[in-house]
């Protein structure tokens, strides 16, 4: 039997490839939800939630990259 958080950290891998994700788990304050790109390991992104970590995920890839034209 897996940890109850297995299943969202499939379903964040499957959302997003690019991305490597993992949980740390910490004695207080509970879980962290982490990413950080695959091809860019200097930036990571941290959340309480497997919920507020695709919030995160999803603000991101919408910013423009430095030196980018807003769309």
Not at 40 to 58: F, M, P, R, W
Request: hydrophobic fraction near 35%.
């Amino acid at each position: 039997m897996g940890h109850p958080n297995d299943d969202a950290l499939a379903q964040l891998e499957r959302d997003w490839p690019n991305w490597q994700v993992w949980v740390v788990y910490r004695l207080i304050g509970g879980p962290t939800w982490c990413a950080r790109r695959r091809d860019d390991h200097k930036k990571v992104i941290n959340s309480d939630t497997a919920e507020h970590l695709a919030e995160e995920l999803e603000f991101e890839v919408s910013e423009p990259l430095d030196g980018e034209a807003p769309q």
